[in-house]
């Protein structure tokens, strides 16, 4: 089955940086489009960040764009988040996700096939 395993988390202060990794495996890898959404308490999920099968289709919330970069290494079945000058709002659990081909900032979450199980990111202020 399709497993997607996240590392990376941790506790930083405003400002520093976390690189996020996100290990897929179950699925072809190349023909998904994978992603980063994340869940604050109280809030909705929302999306982060994406990258398509083709790996030039980058796709960014406006809340992180400038701030946070995706990329995917497609022999290793691994996708990253590197995460700069972090904020006290992006603390939120962070979430990797696949999806057949395409997956944008409009994408709702249901429908979002495939989910890791979530990495706690907490900035402190």
């Known amino acids: 089955q399709v497993q997607l395993v996240e590392s990376g988390g941790g506790l930083v202060q405003a400002g520093d940086s976390l690189r996020l990794s996100c290990a897929a495996s179950g699925l072809t890898f190349s023909n998904h489009a994978m992603g980063w959404f994340r869940q604050a308490p109280g809030k909705e999920r929302e999306f982060v960040a994406a990258i398509n099968y083709n790996p030039s289709g980058q796709l960014y919330a406006d809340s992180v764009k400038g701030r946070f970069t995706i990329s995917r290494d497609n022999p290793k079945n691994t996708i990253y988040l590197q995460m700069n000058t972090l904020k006290a709002e992006d603390t939120a659990v962070y979430y990797c996700?696949?999806?057949?081909?395409?997956?944008?900032?409009?994408?709702?979450?249901?429908?979002?096939?495939?989910w890791g199980q979530g990495t706690q990111v907490t900035v402190s202020s």
């Open positions: 996700a696949a999806r057949w081909q395409t997956l944008v900032p409009g994408t709702p979450p249901s429908e979002v096939p495939y």
